[in-house]
């Protein structure tokens, strides 16, 4: 499991690299849906993100620059998955993997007839399937929070 990215190309309507930087900082607050965080230094960069970090969920991060082009100013980015979304599958595959060498131990050494073959291997297989599950939950996510970003950070740039 990797994090997820995906690039990001906005045209700005101002054509001064430090005078769209500012436009568009002045207009990430007028977003209509959740509350637009973007964050534009002197040199350039800009780091966006929608709403807060909560406890169980962690939204993704768009990270990149305003540069000047023979069009325009434009802010190419990436929107990038926090490496804290990856946590919860890996500690339940991990946790299977672990109960499943266990499991494969205690065959190994020839006592069948313990319970924690049966407790092992049916938690390993249970806890397995789950991370599984969290793993694919989490690439639906990403797109749809990804697509909400975008288009917040589109509409803070066209006003």
Do not use: K, W
């Amino acid at each position: 499991m990797r994090r997820q990215r995906r690039p990001v190309v906005v045209r700005l309507r101002v054509h001064d690299v430090n005078a769209a930087g500012e436009d568009l900082a002045r207009h990430a607050g007028q977003y209509a849906g959740e509350r637009l965080r973007l964050r534009v230094r002197d040199d350039g960069r800009v780091r966006a993100r929608l709403g807060m970090s909560t406890r169980y969920n962690t939204p993704p991060v768009l990270v990149g620059r305003i540069t000047g082009g023979p069009e325009g100013a434009e802010l190419t980015a990436t929107i990038r998955e926090p490496y804290t979304e990856l946590g919860m599958p890996r500690l339940f595959l991990g946790v299977a993997i672990f109960l499943g060498l266990v499991c494969i131990a205690i065959l190994a050494s020839g006592d069948f007839t313990n319970p924690g073959v049966y407790v092992c291997g049916i938690g390993g297989a249970a806890l397995g399937l789950i991370g599984v599950i969290l793993g694919r939950m989490r690439r639906t996510s990403f797109n749809h929070h990804a697509d909400r970003l975008e288009q917040a950070v589109r509409g803070a740039a066209r006003r």
